[in-house]
């Protein structure tokens, strides 16, 4: 079964410094993997994803994100925080039923962002 | 704005009522998904619907049910409300029938608050 681990409900940075989020899934056959935003009373934005190819993805915003077979991750990345990215992040993986691809998603991480 | 429309935004009840959430997907998107968010279980599948068909089902409970029009807008119905369906319901859309690598558009969601 597939399914996606984040790591730390919540990450804090300063203001221009790196952002790192972690996930890792769990999948026995070849991942597609996706990371969401979703900004305070908002729904959920697609801001990258991988399917097949380039390991390194990028995304809205600055964002991208490495796939890595070997360690079964695929972590987000932004190099200068920006007090707008203030967020929950949602990492997921699809995972097939029935007739669907069925996105599972993981706890989230709150990015907070401090001036 | 994603062009997923949820009404309503909010919505407050009491135990044992049944309420019905609806959602009209983007326009030419043919799938809708329904999701529960909530702080203890995170964002949760219930149910896939793929041009009027049901394609997929999750952890939706039997009080729960969920139906697409011809139209494509779809509705789902919440039945016999415990204090623990409390939660924000999401609906998305998207183009496909459910893809592997398919990007889903969330609405903002209904809060529900069953007291």
């Known amino acids: 079964a597939q399914s996606v681990t984040q790591l730390g409900s919540h990450v804090s940075v300063s203001e221009g410094a790196l952002v790192l989020l972690r996930c890792n899934y769990s999948?026995?056959?070849?991942?597609?993997l996706f990371w969401y935003v979703q900004y305070p009373n908002q729904g959920l934005q697609l801001l990258l994803k991988?399917?097949?190819?380039?390991?390194l993805v990028k995304g809205i915003n600055g964002f991208e994100a490495e796939f890595k077979k070997s360690e079964t991750s695929f972590h987000l990345t932004k190099p200068s925080a920006h007090m707008s990215d203030a967020a929950e992040y949602f990492c997921a993986v699809s995972f097939a039923s029935g007739g669907s691809y069925i996105p599972t998603f993981g706890r989230g991480t709150s990015l907070i962002v401090h001036p | 704005d994603s062009g997923v429309t949820q009404t309503p935004k909010h919505l407050i009840t009491a135990t044992g009522q049944r309420v019905t959430l609806r959602c009209s997907p983007r326009s030419g998107d043919l799938s809708v998904y329904w999701y529960q968010q909530s702080l203890d279980q995170g964002l949760q599948f219930l149910i896939h619907?793929?041009?009027?068909?049901?394609?997929a089902k999750g952890n939706i409970l039997e009080r729960f049910s969920a139906q697409q029009f011809p139209d494509l807008h779809s509705e789902l119905n919440l039945s016999s409300l415990e204090l623990g369906d409390s939660a924000l319901y999401f609906c998305?859309?998207?183009?496909?029938?459910?893809?592997?690598?398919?990007?889903?558009?969330f609405g903002e969601g209904s809060r529900l608050t069953v007291l």
């Open positions: 999948s026995s056959v070849p991942p597609y």
């Open positions: 619907y793929y041009n009027g068909e049901e394609r």
């Open positions: 998305a859309s998207s183009v496909g029938s459910g893809a592997p690598t398919g990007e889903l558009f």
């Open positions: 991988y399917t097949t190819g380039a390991t």
